[in-house]
C-alpha cells in the first residue's frame, strides 16, 4: 500500500516592508494609507478578474490582467505575488493549459494571503513610522 502525502496549500509571502516605508516617507502617513488602501482595493479586483479570465479560458485576457496585477503588486511590495503573477501571465501566452491551472491555483491562495497580510498590517507599519 502507498502512502497518501498530504500537501500544504499554504506558503510564505514576501513583503517589502522598505517599499511601504517609501511610500510614507513619499507621500506622508495619511496620504500614504490612503494610497496603499487604494492600492489594494485594485489588486483585489484585478485578481479577481485574472482568475475569471482563467476560468473562462480567455487567455490574453488572462495575460493582460496577470500583468497588470503584477505591476500593482511590485509597487506596495507584495514581490511573491508580483512573482506567481508574473508567471500565470507567461503559462497564458505558452497557451499551457496545466501549467496555467496550477500557477493559476498558486495565484489565488498567494493573493489571498498576500492582501490579507498587507491589509492587516498598513496601520501597523504606518504607526511604526511616524
Known amino acids: 500500500m502507498t502512502g497518501i502525502a498530504r500537501l500544504a496549500l499554504e506558503e510564505s509571502v514576501s513583503i517589502d516592508m522598505h517599499r511601504l516605508e517609501e511610500i510614507v516617507q513619499e507621500l506622508g502617513e495619511a496620504t500614504a494609507v490612503h494610497v496603499i488602501a487604494a492600492a489594494l482595493e485594485e489588486l483585489a479586483v484585478a485578481l479577481t478578474r485574472t482568475v475569471a479570465a482563467v476560468q ?16 500593482l503588486a511590485w509597487q506596495v511590495g507584495l514581490v511573491t505575488l508580483a512573482g506567481v503573477a508574473v508567471d500565470v501571465g ?25 492582501l490579507t497580510r498587507i491589509w492587516d498590517r498598513p496601520g501597523e507599519q504606518l504607526d511604526d513610522g511616524a
Open 56 to 71: 473562462a479560458g480567455a487567455l490574453a485576457e488572462v495575460a493582460t490582467q496577470a500583468d497588470r496585477l503584477a505591476r
Open 90 to 114: 507567461t503559462c497564458a501566452e505558452r497557451r499551457d493549459a496545466g501549467a496555467l491551472a496550477a500557477t493559476s491555483a498558486r495565484l489565488e491562495r498567494i493573493g489571498n494571503q498576500s
